[in-house]
Protein backbone atom coordinates (compact mmCIF):
# COMPACT_ATOMS: atom_id res chain seq x y z
CA UNK A 1 0.00 0.00 0.00
CA UNK A 2 1.45 3.45 -0.85
CA UNK A 3 -1.01 5.68 0.78
CA UNK A 4 -3.73 5.34 3.01
CA UNK A 5 -5.99 8.37 2.92
CA UNK A 6 -7.95 9.35 6.06
CA UNK A 7 -9.95 12.20 6.80
CA UNK A 8 -9.70 14.31 10.58
CA UNK A 9 -12.99 16.40 11.62
CA UNK A 10 -12.26 19.00 14.45
CA UNK A 11 -15.92 18.81 15.73
CA UNK A 12 -17.64 22.32 16.70
CA UNK A 13 -19.51 21.28 19.71
CA UNK A 14 -21.47 24.10 19.04
CA UNK A 15 -23.49 22.85 16.30
CA UNK A 16 -25.95 21.57 19.47
CA UNK A 17 -28.20 18.88 17.84
CA UNK A 18 -31.89 18.29 19.02
CA UNK A 19 -31.47 14.53 19.08
CA UNK A 20 -29.46 11.62 18.60
CA UNK A 21 -30.81 11.46 14.95
CA UNK A 22 -29.95 14.97 14.24
CA UNK A 23 -26.16 14.17 16.00
CA UNK A 24 -26.01 11.38 13.59
CA UNK A 25 -26.90 13.15 10.34
CA UNK A 26 -24.12 15.32 10.75
CA UNK A 27 -21.30 12.85 11.65
CA UNK A 28 -22.93 10.96 8.57
CA UNK A 29 -22.23 14.25 6.37
CA UNK A 30 -18.80 14.19 7.32
CA UNK A 31 -18.27 10.79 6.89
CA UNK A 32 -19.68 11.10 3.19
CA UNK A 33 -17.59 14.21 2.47
CA UNK A 34 -14.74 12.03 3.61
CA UNK A 35 -15.79 9.42 1.60
CA UNK A 36 -16.42 11.45 -1.48
CA UNK A 37 -12.84 12.28 -1.42
CA UNK A 38 -11.02 8.70 -0.89
CA UNK A 39 -10.48 8.60 2.92
CA UNK A 40 -10.85 5.32 3.87
CA UNK A 41 -11.00 6.36 8.08
CA UNK A 42 -12.43 9.57 9.07
CA UNK A 43 -11.29 10.89 13.00
CA UNK A 44 -13.60 11.99 15.18
CA UNK A 45 -12.29 14.22 18.88
CA UNK A 46 -12.12 13.08 22.00
CA UNK A 47 -15.57 13.85 23.99
CA UNK A 48 -17.38 14.54 20.52
CA UNK A 49 -20.45 12.98 22.26
CA UNK A 50 -20.40 16.30 24.56
CA UNK A 51 -22.37 18.14 21.68
CA UNK A 52 -25.09 15.86 23.55
CA UNK A 53 -25.34 18.16 26.22
CA UNK A 54 -27.58 20.48 24.06
CA UNK A 55 -30.72 17.77 24.54
CA UNK A 56 -30.03 17.01 28.11
CA UNK A 57 -33.28 17.67 30.85
CA UNK A 58 -33.25 21.00 32.56
CA UNK A 59 -31.15 21.14 35.76
CA UNK A 60 -28.96 17.90 35.55
CA UNK A 61 -26.56 18.02 38.15
CA UNK A 62 -22.82 18.36 37.07
CA UNK A 63 -22.36 15.08 38.68
CA UNK A 64 -24.95 13.18 36.44
CA UNK A 65 -23.81 14.21 33.19
CA UNK A 66 -21.45 11.30 32.44
CA UNK A 67 -24.33 9.03 33.25
CA UNK A 68 -26.58 10.94 30.90
CA UNK A 69 -23.68 11.02 27.98
CA UNK A 70 -23.16 7.97 28.50
CA UNK A 71 -26.74 7.06 27.33
CA UNK A 72 -26.78 9.61 24.67
CA UNK A 73 -23.23 7.66 23.59
CA UNK A 74 -25.56 4.47 23.49
CA UNK A 75 -28.18 5.99 21.62
CA UNK A 76 -26.07 7.51 18.99
CA UNK A 77 -23.83 4.35 18.51
CA UNK A 78 -26.93 2.54 17.63
CA UNK A 79 -27.45 4.63 14.84
CA UNK A 80 -23.71 5.03 13.44
CA UNK A 81 -22.95 1.40 13.14
CA UNK A 82 -24.57 0.70 10.55
CA UNK A 83 -23.02 3.63 8.37
CA UNK A 84 -18.94 2.09 7.75
CA UNK A 85 -20.52 -0.26 5.78
CA UNK A 86 -22.57 1.88 3.93
CA UNK A 87 -20.43 4.03 3.11
CA UNK A 88 -17.35 2.14 3.16
CA UNK A 89 -15.71 4.63 5.86
CA UNK A 90 -14.41 3.28 9.22
CA UNK A 91 -15.30 6.09 11.78
CA UNK A 92 -13.66 6.73 14.94
CA UNK A 93 -16.08 8.43 16.56
CA UNK A 94 -14.44 10.27 19.36
CA UNK A 95 -14.85 9.62 23.06
CA UNK A 96 -17.68 9.26 25.29
CA UNK A 97 -18.15 7.89 29.19
CA UNK A 98 -18.97 4.45 28.93
CA UNK A 99 -19.92 2.06 32.41
CA UNK A 100 -17.68 -0.03 34.11
CA UNK A 101 -17.02 -1.20 37.64
CA UNK A 102 -16.99 1.54 40.05
CA UNK A 103 -18.00 4.19 37.75
CA UNK A 104 -17.38 5.44 33.57
CA UNK A 105 -14.08 5.53 31.39
CA UNK A 106 -13.40 7.85 28.92
CA UNK A 107 -13.86 5.15 25.83
CA UNK A 108 -13.07 6.28 22.19
CA UNK A 109 -14.79 3.68 19.91
CA UNK A 110 -13.55 2.68 16.06
CA UNK A 111 -16.26 1.14 14.21
CA UNK A 112 -14.73 -0.32 10.92
CA UNK A 113 -16.07 -1.01 7.51
CA UNK A 114 -15.76 -5.13 8.33
CA UNK A 115 -18.22 -4.61 11.49
CA UNK A 116 -15.44 -4.74 14.34
CA UNK A 117 -16.25 -2.26 17.52
CA UNK A 118 -12.81 -1.32 18.91
CA UNK A 119 -12.22 -0.01 22.09
CA UNK A 120 -9.71 2.16 23.83
CA UNK A 121 -10.16 3.31 27.37
CA UNK A 122 -8.53 6.61 28.41
CA UNK A 123 -5.58 5.48 30.83
CA UNK A 124 -4.49 9.11 32.09
CA UNK A 125 -6.56 10.92 33.50
CA UNK A 126 -6.51 15.09 33.81
CA UNK A 127 -7.61 16.91 37.26
CA UNK A 128 -11.08 17.76 35.74
CA UNK A 129 -11.56 14.05 35.12
CA UNK A 130 -10.80 12.80 38.52
CA UNK A 131 -13.24 15.76 39.93
CA UNK A 132 -16.05 14.02 42.51
CA UNK A 133 -17.71 17.25 41.92
CA UNK A 134 -18.11 16.69 38.26
CA UNK A 135 -16.54 14.35 35.52
CA UNK A 136 -15.34 12.08 37.79
CA UNK A 137 -13.98 9.44 36.02
CA UNK A 138 -12.00 5.66 35.82
CA UNK A 139 -8.78 5.17 34.38
CA UNK A 140 -8.34 2.42 31.45
CA UNK A 141 -5.71 -0.41 32.57
CA UNK A 142 -4.77 -1.69 28.75
CA UNK A 143 -3.33 -0.32 25.98
CA UNK A 144 -4.34 -1.90 22.75
CA UNK A 145 -3.28 -2.36 19.12
CA UNK A 146 -5.14 -3.39 16.20
CA UNK A 147 -5.15 -3.70 12.37
CA UNK A 148 -7.29 -2.07 9.73
CA UNK A 149 -7.05 -2.21 6.08
CA UNK A 150 -3.83 -3.74 6.26
CA UNK A 151 -2.27 -1.57 8.85
CA UNK A 152 -1.24 -2.05 12.23
CA UNK A 153 -2.89 1.15 14.98
CA UNK A 154 -2.88 2.20 17.93
CA UNK A 155 -5.02 4.53 19.96
CA UNK A 156 -4.22 7.13 22.85
CA UNK A 157 -6.56 9.70 23.95
CA UNK A 158 -5.29 13.39 24.27
CA UNK A 159 -2.94 13.64 27.61
CA UNK A 160 -2.14 9.27 27.20
CA UNK A 161 -0.18 10.84 23.89
CA UNK A 162 1.59 13.29 26.49
CA UNK A 163 3.01 10.35 28.09
CA UNK A 164 6.21 9.02 27.24
CA UNK A 165 6.35 5.58 28.95
CA UNK A 166 3.27 4.93 26.91
CA UNK A 167 4.78 5.34 23.56
CA UNK A 168 7.81 3.08 25.08
CA UNK A 169 5.08 0.37 25.57
CA UNK A 170 4.15 0.55 21.63
CA UNK A 171 7.66 1.16 20.39
CA UNK A 172 7.89 -2.71 19.47
CA UNK A 173 4.92 -2.78 17.69
CA UNK A 174 5.73 -1.05 14.60
CA UNK A 175 2.57 1.17 14.25
CA UNK A 176 1.65 2.65 10.84
CA UNK A 177 -0.72 4.93 12.54
CA UNK A 178 -1.29 6.41 15.38
CA UNK A 179 -4.95 7.85 16.08
CA UNK A 180 -4.83 10.50 18.97
CA UNK A 181 -8.70 12.22 19.21
CA UNK A 182 -8.34 15.34 21.66
CA UNK A 183 -9.85 18.34 23.53
CA UNK A 184 -8.07 20.82 24.97
CA UNK A 185 -9.52 23.96 26.71
CA UNK A 186 -6.73 26.90 25.78
CA UNK A 187 -4.17 26.79 23.27
CA UNK A 188 -1.57 25.36 25.80
CA UNK A 189 -3.38 22.35 25.55
CA UNK A 190 -3.64 22.57 21.93
CA UNK A 191 0.27 22.88 21.90
CA UNK A 192 1.26 20.04 24.56
CA UNK A 193 -1.08 17.49 22.70
CA UNK A 194 0.08 18.30 19.12
CA UNK A 195 3.86 19.16 19.92
CA UNK A 196 3.67 15.47 21.91
CA UNK A 197 2.08 13.75 18.61
CA UNK A 198 4.62 15.69 16.35
CA UNK A 199 7.50 13.79 19.00
CA UNK A 200 5.66 10.32 18.97
CA UNK A 201 6.00 10.63 15.18
CA UNK A 202 9.53 10.85 15.03
CA UNK A 203 10.29 8.61 18.34
CA UNK A 204 7.80 5.70 16.81
CA UNK A 205 8.25 6.21 13.26
CA UNK A 206 5.34 6.23 12.51
CA UNK A 207 2.29 8.63 11.32
CA UNK A 208 0.38 10.40 14.19
CA UNK A 209 -3.20 11.98 13.35
CA UNK A 210 -4.76 14.50 15.76
CA UNK A 211 -7.63 16.02 15.79
CA UNK A 212 -9.72 17.88 19.07
CA UNK A 213 -13.15 19.21 19.22
CA UNK A 214 -13.55 23.45 18.96
CA UNK A 215 -16.69 25.55 20.19
CA UNK A 216 -18.25 25.19 23.36
CA UNK A 217 -21.31 22.68 23.37
CA UNK A 218 -25.10 24.46 24.43
CA UNK A 219 -25.47 23.01 27.85
CA UNK A 220 -21.75 22.29 29.37
CA UNK A 221 -20.93 23.21 32.44
CA UNK A 222 -17.38 21.99 32.00
CA UNK A 223 -15.27 23.23 29.33
CA UNK A 224 -16.38 26.45 28.15
CA UNK A 225 -14.13 27.30 25.29
CA UNK A 226 -12.58 24.02 23.49
CA UNK A 227 -9.31 25.10 20.93
CA UNK A 228 -7.80 22.66 18.57
CA UNK A 229 -6.94 22.17 14.92
CA UNK A 230 -6.13 18.84 13.12
CA UNK A 231 -3.02 17.75 11.89
CA UNK A 232 -0.74 14.67 10.47
CA UNK A 233 2.98 14.08 11.93
CA UNK A 234 5.50 12.30 10.74
CA UNK A 235 8.95 11.25 10.87
CA UNK A 236 11.17 14.46 10.07
CA UNK A 237 12.55 12.63 7.05
CA UNK A 238 14.08 13.71 3.79
CA UNK A 239 11.54 11.56 2.29
CA UNK A 240 8.48 13.34 4.14
CA UNK A 241 9.10 16.71 3.21
CA UNK A 242 11.56 17.35 5.84
CA UNK A 243 9.55 19.57 8.45
CA UNK A 244 7.45 16.46 10.05
CA UNK A 245 4.11 17.50 9.23
CA UNK A 246 1.95 16.07 6.33
CA UNK A 247 -1.47 18.32 7.19
CA UNK A 248 -1.98 20.84 9.26
CA UNK A 249 -4.89 23.40 10.28
CA UNK A 250 -3.70 25.24 12.60
CA UNK A 251 -5.75 26.15 15.69
CA UNK A 252 -9.24 27.87 16.42
CA UNK A 253 -11.61 28.46 18.88
CA UNK A 254 -14.47 27.57 16.63
CA UNK A 255 -16.12 31.12 17.47
CA UNK A 256 -17.61 31.42 14.26
CA UNK A 257 -18.74 28.37 13.68
CA UNK A 258 -16.11 26.90 11.69
CA UNK A 259 -15.23 22.96 12.16
CA UNK A 260 -11.43 21.97 10.76
CA UNK A 261 -11.83 19.41 8.11
CA UNK A 262 -8.70 17.92 6.24
CA UNK A 263 -8.03 14.95 4.22
CA UNK A 264 -4.23 13.30 4.81
CA UNK A 265 -2.60 10.42 2.95
CA UNK A 266 -0.35 8.35 5.17
CA UNK A 267 2.37 7.62 3.46
CA UNK A 268 2.53 3.78 4.41
CA UNK A 269 5.68 2.42 2.33
CA UNK A 270 7.87 5.10 2.61
CA UNK A 271 7.68 5.06 6.25
CA UNK A 272 7.85 1.23 6.26
CA UNK A 273 10.81 1.35 4.92
CA UNK A 274 12.46 4.76 7.01
CA UNK A 275 11.25 1.93 10.23
CA UNK A 276 12.79 -0.94 7.75
CA UNK A 277 16.55 0.60 8.11
CA UNK A 278 16.23 3.70 5.57
CA UNK A 279 15.97 6.28 8.00
CA UNK A 280 19.06 9.01 8.50
CA UNK A 281 19.78 8.58 12.29
CA UNK A 282 16.46 6.37 14.10
CA UNK A 283 18.19 3.69 16.08
CA UNK A 284 15.41 1.54 16.07
CA UNK A 285 12.96 0.65 19.03
CA UNK A 286 15.72 1.22 20.60
CA UNK A 287 15.81 0.22 25.00
CA UNK A 288 17.24 2.60 28.12
CA UNK A 289 17.43 -1.17 30.15
CA UNK A 290 21.41 -1.03 30.03
CA UNK A 291 21.24 3.22 31.33
CA UNK A 292 21.35 4.46 34.68
CA UNK A 293 20.61 7.38 36.83
CA UNK A 294 23.21 8.99 38.47
CA UNK A 295 22.78 12.05 40.59
CA UNK A 296 26.34 14.13 40.38
CA UNK A 297 28.01 15.45 43.27
CA UNK A 298 27.38 18.76 44.64
Known sequence: ???????????????????????????????????????????????????????????????????????????????????????????????????????????????????????????????????????????????KTFDLDGLRMAILICLDVEMPALSCLLAPEKLDLLLVPSMTEKLSGYHRVFGCAKARAVELMTAVAVCGTVGAAKGTTQMLTNVSGTSLFLPCEEELGFTGIGVEISPTGGEAGEEPFAIAKVPVEKIRALRGGSAEVWPGSWSAEHVSVVRAAG
Open 1 to 143: MQDYPIALCALNLGFAPASPAAFAAHIEDKMLEAARQGARLILFPEYAIEAALAWKPDGLPATEEMAFLAGAGADLLALLRPLPARHGISLLCGSMPVACEGGYTNTAILLTVDGREIRQDKLSLTPGEQDEESWQLTPGTAL
